[in-house]
Nanobody, 124 residues
Framework: QVQLVESGGGLVQAGGSLRLSCAAS????????MGWFRQAPGKEREFVAA????????YYADSVKGRFTISRDNAKNTVYLQMNSLKPEDTAVYYC?????????????????WGQGTQVTVSS
């Protein structure tokens, strides 16, 4: 079983950037498709980005396309989410997730393992 720990969240002004990291332990992330989800207060958890097991393909929510980039470094057992041009509506708790499949998809119910989340707050 894999354990996931997110880091890199914080407070940033609109237009700024943050890079989230998701460090895995217990098992290598190379056997998992990885995703990032977020949840704002009073809202449902929503898909942000996902990368296939091989890292050859990545997928994004329309709301972040062109601004966020997901990547993985299997040698470091870490997945990243580079977030640029941040907007106040990006404010949420961001979660890293893993599923033992080539591609986990956009539905959070498909993911088996979750981190504890990291808070991202974007001020206007």
């Amino acid at each position: 079983q894999v354990q996931l720990v997110e880091s890199g969240g914080g407070l940033v002004q609109a237009g700024g950037s943050l890079r989230l990291s998701c460090a895995a332990s217990g098992r290598t992330v190379s056997t998992y498709s990885m995703g990032w989800f977020r949840q704002a207060p009073g809202k449902e958890r929503e898909f942000v980005a996902a990368v296939t097991l091989s890292g050859s393909n990545s997928y994004y929510a329309d709301s972040v396309k062109g601004r966020f980039t997901i990547s993985r470094d299997n040698a470091k057992n870490t997945v990243y989410l580079q977030m640029n041009s941040l907007k106040p509506e990006d404010t949420a708790v961001y979660y890293c997730a893993a599923v033992n499949a080539y591609y986990g998809g956009t539905d959070y119910c498909q993911y088996e393992h979750w981190g504890q989340g990291t808070q991202v707050t974007v001020s206007s």
